[in-house]
């Protein structure tokens, strides 16, 4: 069975580094270089909102959280300004946790944020 996220996942999403999302060179309060801005994957655009709740998808420890691991998958939905709809994933395998990014490339974005509004 399929379940929402995995759905999300599978039919338009792309992956992408998370280092390649963070913008390097601009500490963002100045004084805390601890603090970086994240950029939208796709374009590279710097406004981006927190989008619908985060969310932590079971893995059952058997690889059924939507993604290549075996264990949880904890997803932070953003939605760019610039119209692209992304996450930030922290999943759970075998006692490593990996952080990636997976962000919808094309087509019904405006559909896939109307979905996750629907859900919360
Ligand atoms: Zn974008």
């Known amino acids: 069975m399929t379940s929402a996220s995995d759905a999300w996942f599978l039919e338009d999403a792309g ?9 390097h060179g601009y500490d963002y309060f100045g004084d805390c270089p601890e603090y970086k801005r994240v950029l939208c994957p796709v374009c590279g655009h710097k406004n981006n909102h927190l989008g619908s709740k985060p969310q932590t998808i079971d893995g ?12 949880d998958l904890a997803v932070i939905p953003i939605d760019g300004e610039c119209g692209h709809v992304w996450e930030m994933c922290l999943g759970f395998h075998k006692g490593d946790v990996v952080v990636f990014v997976r962000a919808g490339l094309s087509n019904n974005l405006e559909s896939k944020v109307a979905e996750r509004e629907e859900q919360v």
């Open 60 to 71: 059952k420890d058997n690889y059924e959280a939507g993604w290549g691991g075996r264990g």
């Open 15 to 23: 992956l992408f580094r998370a280092t390649d999302v963070i913008e």
